[in-house]
T-cell receptor, first 114, second 113 residues
Framework: DQQVKQNSPSLSVQEGRISILNCDYT??????FLWYKKYPAEGPTFLIS?????DKNEDGRFTVFLNKSAKHLSLHIVPSQPGDSAVYFC?????????????FGKGTKLSVKP | ETGVTQSPTHLIKTRGQQVTLRCSSQ?????VSWYQQALGQGPQFIFQ???????GRGNFPPRFSGLQFPNYSSELNVNALELDDSALYLC???FGQGSYGYTFGSGTRLTVV
């Protein structure tokens, strides 16, 4: 059973528009959430994070929203650029497991068309 | 500052063999975590090393073991390889246990035939 779910395997967006990537989780003990971006043949790169005590965190073109009651978070990219095309992973921690244990979703492949 | 370096980049092994994967952590980082990413899946936590000791472990059998050296580099060893061990193995370094400021390497692609 997956504790972190990214139900959309892929998303295609026009350059300049907003990209919204979604993530759902099942474990209410999670207290920290992160988004990573991964290009082919490279390791995941940290993008943005949010603590469970907040509902929004913004960094430039990237904003993460957290809805704890719905156990849902989303990543907004505005405006989307072709260089944003990559696989985006949602990750969570704080389930009482091992230190440094991040639980990842399966990822969403974002394609930004020029 | 150098990033996380993993070697080799690709590897093919036969079922039943043993394999050692290596990771050099980013300068200034003292914690190393290993993840397994199977095709179409997200990375799955194997274990973490801090101050040369295993600091936490995911749901992996004992044939997955590791080491961390005084210079904070690390090895992942897998014994008695199975076909399902075929995956991308990612190493991530960070400063301090419990930190999520991971820097990931590009990974080692292991194929077991």
């Amino acid at each position: 059973d997956q504790q972190v779910k990214q139900n959309s395997p892929s998303l295609s967006v026009q350059e300049g528009r907003i990209s919204i990537l979604n993530c759902d989780y099942t474990n209410s003990m999670f207290d920290y959430f992160l988004w990573y971006k991964k290009y082919p043949a490279e390791g995941p790169t940290f993008l943005i994070s949010i603590s469970s005590i907040k509902d929004k965190n913004e960094d430039g073109r990237f904003t993460v929203f957290l809805n704890k009651s719905a156990k849902h978070l989303s990543l907004h990219i505005v405006p989307s650029q072709p260089g944003d095309s990559a696989v985006y992973f949602c990750a969570a921690s704080g389930d009482g497991g091992s230190q440094g244990n991040l639980i990842f979703g399966k990822g969403t492949k974002l394609s930004v068309k020029p | 500052e150098t990033g996380v370096t993993q070697s080799p980049t690709h590897l093919i092994k036969t079922r039943g063999q043993q394999v050692t994967l290596r990771c050099s952590s980013q300068s200034g980082h003292n914690t190393v975590s290993w993840y397994q990413q199977a095709l179409g899946q997200g990375p799955q936590f194997i274990f973490q090393y801090y101050r040369e000791e295993e600091n936490g472990r995911g749901n992996f059998p004992p044939r997955f073991s590791g080491l961390q050296f005084p210079n904070y580099s690390s090895e992942l060893n897998v014994n008695a390889l199975e076909l399902d061990d075929s995956a991308l193995y990612l190493c991530a370094s960070s400063f301090g246990q419990g930190s999520y400021g991971y820097t990931f390497g590009s990974g080692t692609r292991l194929t077991v035939v």
